[in-house]
């Protein structure tokens, strides 16, 4: 079984800066990549990046000024760093993995952007 545990969230004030990690473990095999989501309430989840085992990476263009995403692949630890969050920023932030198996996503974490 794998498990995808979401980290770092919380309150923060609009121009600051948070950083997400998700962590996998258990029987993980060989591992595509994974990816970052969030959810406004009443509303669909969106993607906000994605990074594969290479390192290449994906950020929406919605947030590639101010989002960036990397990956410690011993770890199984994928990171999002969230600079300048604004109010429209708040959200559930999931993430998922993306392995041979399958997909596993995590419960998410939520980021409140407010002053």
């Known amino acids: 079984q794998v498990q995808v545990v979401e980290s770092g969230g919380g309150l923060v004030q609009p121009g600051g800066s948070l950083r997400l990690s998700c962590a996998a473990s258990g029987s993980v095999d060989r591992v595509y990549a994974m990816g970052w989501y969030r959810q406004f309430p009443g509303k669909e989840r969106e993607m906000v990046a994605l990074i594969d085992n290479d390192g290449l990476n994906s950020v929406s263009d919605s947030v590639k000024e101010r989002f960036s995403t990397s990956v410690d692949n011993p770890k199984i630890t994928a990171y999002l760093q969230m600079n300048d969050l604004r109010t429209e920023d708040t959200a559930v932030y999931s993430c998922?993995?993306?392995?041979?198996?399958?997909?596993?996503w995590g419960q998410g974490t939520q980021v409140t952007v407010s002053s």
């Open positions: 998922n993995l993306v392995q041979t198996s399958g997909v596993t």
